[in-house]
Nanobody, 110 residues
Framework: HLVESGGGLVHAGGSLRLSCAAS????????MGWFRQAPGKEREEVSC????????YYADSVKGRFTISRDNAKNTLYLQMNSLKPEDTAVYYC?????WGQGTQVTVSS
């Protein structure tokens, strides 16, 4: 299963790093990504990373501010979030293969 951590409350302009620790699967062979869902909005993909070549994708809204990475040895996926904005406030979910994490709340105050 997937266990997320690293969410919290931060002022605008601040940073957080989310972690997603995976167990029970061959971490390096699956799709890995981060999604978020704000109140009243649909869940959206924020970023993902290719399992074979490490190629990355970012939503336009986070490009240049967020960085996705993975540590296959630790079976952990990360999302470094810098220059956070109030509109980044949401529950963030990791996804590895078809499995979802439980979500972690990120709140950015203005």
């Amino acid at each position: 299963h997937l266990v997320e951590s690293g969410g919290g409350l931060v002022h605008a302009g601040g940073s957080l790093r989310l972690s997603c620790a995976a167990s029970g699967l061959s971490f390096e062979h699956y799709y890995m990504g981060w999604f978020r869902q704000a109140p009243g909005k649909e869940r959206e993909e924020v970023s993902c990373i290719d399992s074979n070549y490490g190629r990355t994708y970012y939503a336009d809204s986070v490009k240049g501010r967020f960085t996705i990475s993975r540590d296959n040895a630790k079976n952990t996926l990360y999302l470094q979030m810098n220059s956070l904005k109030p509109e980044d406030t949401a529950v963030y979910y990791c996804k590895v293969g078809t499995k979802w994490g439980q979500g972690t709340q990120v709140t950015v105050s203005s």
